[in-house]
């Protein structure tokens, strides 16, 4: 490969920030959820890289077809590969790509094609363009780029006030927030971005705990596995709350001890025919094995903020919970689904023309 660039290139990251700042002289883009691909083509060999670095071309042959086709001869693009069912972006299907398994990847390429989103370009010819001011790079991007199908370009905009309205309306075909990219360099592995991530809170049954990894058991909690009740009764797991200090996990083993007496007693994840549907722990893609866990009593009820929920219904949150509060004055049998914001529907394929219009309900 006769690039200036050849990969593995380390992409720009962003850093959290609490709200979409006015005059801070910002590229503002839609936050998409999917996995980070760099994108390096020399004439017909295109390869597809992962933020870790890794190859990612024969997890994706659909994606590298339509880049062959999409592309100028000799470019470097960074972006976002993305799976979509019903009009909203799906991280579970997307996941489902990961298959060791060539017959299993050919399959999924057909029944849950990926597009790729572009939303930087760093090298185009023999020109690297790092330190190309983003606004320019954005120019050079739309004009080498066509879209097709299958490979988008990001919207993109200047204006503070349009990207507070895609941070509310793009969540609802499942885009994850909204990114600030300052008008300067592309600066490889450093936090230079800004994300801009929706944030909620739900109260929780604390239903299980894991021990942390590096004590013994009884020591330091790792994390407490959560729990809401859905509309037949039946308790799901919807993720964990971990993130503690080390002086927090060893107090917490000591404050969580009363609730495992018992715990395994008539416990609903213990049942095999307990009706939910999600569980923990269980046998996956990802674990050839049952990751083990302690059952405690449903007596605590504790407060999480959460991004977003994934998996359609009963959902599960998107990633780890963080511990708000505990909540003595809720009974466990109220924390339902129906706690949970639901963001307003909009179509992807809106998004990707860069429309603010909402949905409206039924078209």
């Not at 039946?234 to 018992?262: C, D, K, Q, W, Y």
């Not at 529907?345 to 909402?358: F, K, N, P, Q, W």
Request: net charge negative; with cysteine.
């Amino acid at each position: 490969m006769a690039l200036p660039l050849t990969p593995p290139v380390q992409p720009m990251l962003a850093k959290p920030s609490k709200s979409i700042p006015d005059g801070a002289d910002l590229v503002f883009e839609p936050k998409w959820d999917g996995f980070r691909c760099l994108v390096f083509r020399d004439g017909p060999e295109v390869t597809l890289q992962s933020r870790s670095g890794k190859p990612l071309n024969r997890y994706f042959p659909e994606a590298v077809a339509a880049l062959s086709t999409a592309l100028l001869d000799r470019v470097v693009l960074d972006g976002e590969l993305v799976v979509d069912r019903d009009g909203r972006l799906d991280f579970d299907a997307l996941s489902e790509r990961i298959h060791p398994a060539k017959s299993r990847v050919d399959l999924l390429a057909e029944q849950t094609p990926s597009r790729f989103i572009a939303f930087d370009v760093l090298a185009l010819g023999d020109a690297v363009l790092l330190e190309t001011p983003a606004v320019e790079r954005r120019r050079t991007l739309e004009d080498l780029l066509t879209p097709t199908g299958s490979v988008h370009l990001t919207p993109a905009t200047t204006d503070a006030d349009l990207a507070r309205q895609w941070f509310t309306i793009f969540e609802g075909a499942g885009l994850d927030g909204v990114m600030g990219k300052p008008n300067g360099p592309y600066t490889p592995n450093k936090r230079t971005m800004l994300k801009f991530k929706h944030a909620r809170t739900a109260d929780c049954v604390v239903s299980g705990l894991r021990w942390h990894k590096d004590t013994e058991p009884g020591e330091a909690v790792g994390s407490l596995m959560l729990g809401l009740y859905d509309n037949t009764g039946a308790l799901n797991h919807v993720g964990v709350v971990g993130s503690f200090t080390a002086a927090r996990r060893r107090e917490l083993a000591v404050e969580m001890a009363e609730l495992i007496p018992g715990g395994a007693e008539a416990h609903p994840w213990s049942q095999p025919d307990n009706g939910a549907s999600r569980m923990p722990g269980a046998i996956s893609r990802w674990r050839t094995t049952e990751q083990p866990w302690v059952p405690l009593r449903l007596e605590r009820v504790v407060e999480v903020a959460y991004e977003h929920t994934e998996g359609g219904y009963p959902s599960r949150f998107r990633h780890t919970a963080q511990f708000r509060h505990w909540r003595p004055d809720r009974e466990p049998s109220s924390c339902t689904y129906e706690q949970l914001e639901e963001p307003a529907t909009y179509d992807l394929e809106s998004v990707l023309r860069g429309e603010v219009r909402a949905r409206e309900q039924g078209s």
